[in-house]
């Protein structure tokens, strides 16, 4: 779930990039001096925005594919306690607990 976040959240910023290099063509004349005294706070933004859009894929991941874990897991620790599913030899109850 974590690499379907950071993988869409670089799709997703390499395409606003490259959306604002296809917008700001104007500032070509100016890209030394952008480039040589704003790279450092450039790179923060870039940076901030890559982790909060990785942020929300992952949380919208969470709402949208987990829905009612916790109510499939009750029951398929009920079925594991109750002795009606088996389990395979390698694992023992004792051990997991």
Do not use: Q
């Not at 070509?28 to 790179?43: A, D, N, Q």
Request: charged content about 15%; hydrophobic content about 55%.
């Amino acid at each position: 779930m974590i690499a379907n976040a950071l993988f869409a959240a670089a799709v997703l910023c390499l395409a606003a990039l490259f959306v604002i290099a296809g917008r700001a063509e104007f500032l070509v004349p100016y890209r030394g001096l952008l480039l040589h005294g704003l790279w450092k706070p450039v790179l923060f933004s870039l940076a901030i925005t890559f982790f909060n859009l990785t942020a929300f894929f992952f949380y919208a991941a969470r709402i949208c594919f987990l829905k009612d874990t916790g109510r499939k897991l009750a029951h398929f620790d009920r079925d594991l306690n109750s002795g009606r599913t088996p389990m395979p030899s390698h694992l023992h109850r004792e051990e997991l607990n």
